[in-house]
């Protein structure tokens, strides 16, 4: 699944037709937010879909001690906020801005108007979220089964590729650990393992994967 991720997750906004990207446009609200902004808090209430114009957005949860547990990296073109449209839900996580980003706010009831005009929005919406779904399962499986390692490596490129980056993971190596499940000092050792095998190389706030297609093979081998 790893080596076809970036082609079945092709975000909402690349997958309708260039007339209802206009339509979408001309019906949002853009609200451009500063690194580390927070965009929505978990429990709001007021329905509507949100989409990534430019920029990245941590989705996740903000615990008591202040880490952040990560569920998703979303990247240019990508939605969140689908719950309270169709499940009558709040807003289920934290959204936090990574950079410079500008979102595309709609409505509720604006975003159904647009959908009745333009059905094949949501036809891309069912199935983005159907392939997030997906991935989501690929990452509780991989914190259930495999060893720490391998575990590491592939949540690494199911995050960075949700983001909409082909090689650099951007996130404290803290909220990382918190979202694994393992203390900092079991993150730290394994990351200082992928690099020594030059499977990744660790900075500051980012850790790049130097060569993508060489990390996915390398999972699959020990993955059996």
């Not at 996580?93 to 979102?103: F, L, R, Y």
Request: charged share 25%; aromatic share 6%; with cysteine.
């Amino acid at each position: 699944m790893l080596e076809r991720l970036s082609d079945i997750s092709k975000p909402f906004l690349m997958s309708i037709s260039a007339e209802a990207v206009d339509a979408v446009k001309s019906a949002a609200i853009s609200m451009r937010y500063a690194d580390g902004a927070m965009i929505h808090n978990r429990g709001d209430e007021k329905p509507g879909l949100s989409i990534v114009r430019s920029g990245t957005v941590r989705i996740g949860v903000i615990r008591t001690d202040g880490t952040f547990v990560i569920t998703s990296l979303l990247g240019r073109g990508q939605t969140f906020g689908e719950f309270t449209l169709f499940a009558n839900l709040p807003r289920t996580h934290d959204v936090i801005a990574m950079g410079e980003t500008e979102v595309w706010q709609l409505p509720g009831a604006r975003f159904l108007r647009l959908c009745e005009t333009w059905p094949e929005m949501t036809e891309a919406l069912l199935r983005t979220n159907l392939v997030r779904t997906h991935i989501l399962l690929e990452l509780v499986e991989a914190m259930r089964s495999l060893p720490v390692l391998e575990r590491v490596a592939k949540t690494l490129v199911i995050l960075v590729t949700s983001a909409g980056e082909e090689t650099v993971f951007r996130c404290r190596q803290s909220d990382l650990a918190v979202t694994l499940g393992m203390s900092r000092t079991t993150l730290s050792q394994a990351l200082k393992r992928l690099e020594r095998d030059r499977l990744v190389t660790l900075g500051y706030g980012e850790i790049t994967l130097p060569d993508r297609a060489r990390l996915i093979d390398w999972i699959a081998t020990r993955e059996g």
